[in-house]
């Protein structure tokens, strides 16, 4: 089922939703599995599994060289998706990234999702490389989101890249896109964002999920102008508990997100990781049950891969 449908069957009452990550090249699908068992029972209808970008790695060639590879670490995405959707009957929602793929590449995982019975899609254009000063689209890739979600949505209406004659097996995905509360790092304003991210929604993005936030007013705020702006679709709001130290610096960092005040005093007072981790489930418990209050759609959690916070918070508001 559609993301937007699950919407509207709640008729106006919170779901739970949450985001995993591929496990390492390598590593076993167990430990993902071990962490989505114990959120089962809040019934998600949906969960999102995130694609990574690529990236280079260095191979000793024994002769004192280092041989440079550009790889995919965290493969695995859509398989992800089909073994979750077999296993727990739960929708799930590949995330498609501009950045590392051709738009050929992009339509062969559309129709694998098609064939998989995988309706919803992520449409999300990626981060630069580390090595990258700004986003490189790959050579006939999709420059930005909205780009990736006119192609999907000329798949919807039957338009594949090349001419298909008789198409009479129409996908019809559900797209999501990704919102800003804050503004995206790159954007010169927020007002500039939202109207970016109103060109997503035009395109035919039929939902949006929020980068994180810590300050729901910043949430409610960014509802508010985008309504303003005429947007009009579900925006879901994004919530990651903060688990260790290094959450406080990184975070900021990286996404370019406030922390606030109270929050930071709060983890200043810890004396472990067990003590920030509890203080960021108490943070989220509370966000979470004052944006259920407001009558979100959904709650959407950002696990990384890691469930027993998330169990915590979601016990406290489900
Ligand atoms: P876009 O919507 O393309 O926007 C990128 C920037 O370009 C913005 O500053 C925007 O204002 C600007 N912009 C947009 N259109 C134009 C235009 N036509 N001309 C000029 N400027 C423009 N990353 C991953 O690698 N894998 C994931 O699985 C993943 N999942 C995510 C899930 C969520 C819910 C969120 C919020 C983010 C996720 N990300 C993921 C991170 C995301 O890829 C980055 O934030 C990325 O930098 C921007 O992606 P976007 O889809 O918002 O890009």
Same mark, same amino acid.
């Given at each position: 089922?559609? %993301?937007?449908?699950?919407?509207?069957?709640?008729?106006?009452?919170?779901?739970?939703?949450?985001?995993?990550?591929?496990?390492?090249?390598?590593?076993?699908?167990?430990?993902?599995?071990?962490?989505?068992?114990?959120?089962?029972?809040?019934?998600?209808?949906?969960?999102?599994?995130?694609?990574?970008? =690529?990236?280079?790695?260095?191979?000793?060639?024994?002769?004192?060289?280092?041989?440079?590879?550009?790889?995919?670490?965290?493969?695995?995405?859509?398989?992800?998706?089909?073994?979750?959707?077999?296993?727990?009957? +739960?929708?799930?929602?590949?995330?498609?990234?501009?950045?590392?793929?051709?738009?050929?590449?992009?339509?062969?995982?559309?129709?694998?999702?098609?064939?998989?019975?995988?309706?919803?899609?992520?449409?999300?254009?990626?981060?630069?490389?580390?090595? =990258?000063?700004?986003?490189?689209?790959?050579?006939?890739?999709?420059?930005?989101?909205?780009?990736?979600?006119?192609?999907?949505?000329?798949?919807?209406?039957?338009?594949?890249?090349?001419? +298909?004659?008789?198409?009479?097996?129409?996908?019809?995905?559900?797209?999501?896109?990704?919102?800003?509360?804050?503004?995206?790092? =790159?954007?010169?304003?927020?007002?500039?964002?939202?109207?970016?991210?109103?060109?997503?929604?035009?395109?035919?993005?039929?939902? %949006?999920?929020?980068?994180?936030?810590?300050?729901?007013?910043?949430?409610?705020?960014?509802?508010?102008?985008?309504?303003?702006?005429?947007?009009?679709?579900?925006?879901?709001?994004?919530?990651?508990?903060?688990?260790?130290?290094?959450?406080?610096?990184?975070?900021?960092?990286?996404?370019?997100?406030?922390?606030?005040?109270?929050?930071?005093?709060? %983890?200043?007072?810890?004396?472990?990781?067990? =003590?920030?981790?509890?203080?960021? %489930?108490?943070?989220?418990?509370?966000?979470?049950?004052?944006?259920?209050?407001?009558?979100?759609?959904?709650?959407?959690?950002?696990?990384?891969?890691?469930?027993?916070?998330?169990?915590?918070?979601?016990?406290?508001?489900?």
């Amino acid at each position: 089922m559609k %993301v937007t449908e699950h919407i509207e069957n709640a008729k106006g009452k919170t779901l739970f939703s949450f985001e995993i990550i591929p496990p390492q090249k390598g590593k076993s699908i167990q430990e993902l599995y071990d962490n989505i068992d114990p959120l089962m029972e809040f019934k998600p209808p949906f969960i999102d599994v995130t694609t990574s970008r =690529e990236e280079f790695i260095y191979i000793d060639k024994g002769n004192g060289l280092l041989d440079k590879k550009l790889t995919r670490m965290r493969p695995g995405t859509l398989g992800i998706c089909a073994s979750i959707k077999h296993k727990y009957n +739960v929708d799930t929602v590949p995330h498609l990234l501009c950045g590392g793929f051709t738009q050929e590449e992009t339509e062969y995982m559309l129709v694998d999702c098609h064939y998989l019975g995988i309706n919803n899609v992520m449409a999300l254009r990626g981060d630069a490389m580390k090595h =990258e000063q700004s986003f490189v689209p790959k050579d006939g890739g999709n420059h930005y989101a909205v780009d990736l979600v006119r192609q999907i949505n000329d798949l919807n209406c039957g338009k594949y890249l090349h001419e +298909v004659m008789d198409v009479d097996n129409r996908a019809d995905f559900c797209i999501g896109v990704a919102g800003y509360p804050e503004k995206h790092l =790159e954007s010169p304003s927020l007002q500039s964002d939202l109207r970016r991210l109103k060109e997503k929604v035009d395109a035919g993005a039929d939902y %949006v999920v929020t980068q994180m936030f810590f300050d729901n007013a910043k949430y409610f705020a960014f509802v508010e102008k985008a309504r303003e702006m005429g947007i009009t679709v579900p925006i879901i709001p994004g919530i990651k508990p903060i688990a260790v130290q290094k959450h406080m610096q990184i975070l900021p960092q990286i996404f370019r997100i406030d922390l606030p005040e109270d929050l930071i005093h709060a %983890v200043d007072k810890c004396k472990n990781n067990a =003590e920030i981790k509890q203080v960021g %489930v108490e943070w989220a418990i509370q966000q979470s049950k004052e944006l259920k209050a407001a009558g979100v759609p959904f709650l959407h959690y950002y696990s990384m891969g890691k469930s027993e916070n998330i169990r915590q918070i979601a016990s406290q508001v489900f």
